[in-house]
């Protein structure tokens, strides 16, 4: 008899995590991105993109069946529900945003190589705390 052999798993989870959200209103939004294109406002251009009820505190979502590798995550606290991260005249975003593994955050938001993790095994998990520039 010959010994079957265990076949890789080609596919994993991404649990990604959402801490520091200030204000229990609106929604938080999630886009995924498995490269530069579209990162990080573009969420038409992401591979997995969703926006769920503000939790206390943090809210979680989980991407399945997702091809093993590396994804980018941009996260935004929609506060008023229209569907967008709210900026003010000169740019600024007044409603909080977060990337996955949390980059300093100076004159603009992070290239992918900068908020990129390796998504493998059964599940990957991302912490992600929001920023707010503005005060919340």
């Given at each position: 008899m010959i010994?079957?052999?265990?076949?890789?798993?080609s596919t994993s989870n991404l649990k990604i995590v959402?801490?520091?959200?200030?204000?229990?209103q609106g929604q938080v939004c999630v886009s995924l991105f498995a490269?530069?294109?579209g990162f990080p406002d573009k969420s038409d251009r992401a591979v997995r993109a969703q926006c769920l009820p503000v939790?206390?505190?943090r809210t979680a979502v989980t991407f399945q069946n997702l091809a093993?590798?590396?994804y980018a995550i941009a996260v935004y606290h929609d506060r008023n529900g229209n569907g967008r991260l709210d900026r003010n005249?000169?740019?600024i975003p007044t409603e909080g945003f977060g990337f996955s593994r949390n980059p300093v955050i100076r004159t603009?938001?992070?290239?992918?190589s900068e908020a990129a993790v390796f998504v493998a095994g059964t599940e990957t998990t991302a912490q992600i705390q929001l920023?707010?520039?503005l005060g919340g």
């Open positions: 010994p079957m052999m265990a076949q890789a798993k959402v801490n520091g959200i200030q204000r229990q490269g530069s294109q939790g206390q505190g093993l590798g590396n005249f000169v740019g603009g938001a992070p290239r992918f920023q707010y520039l």
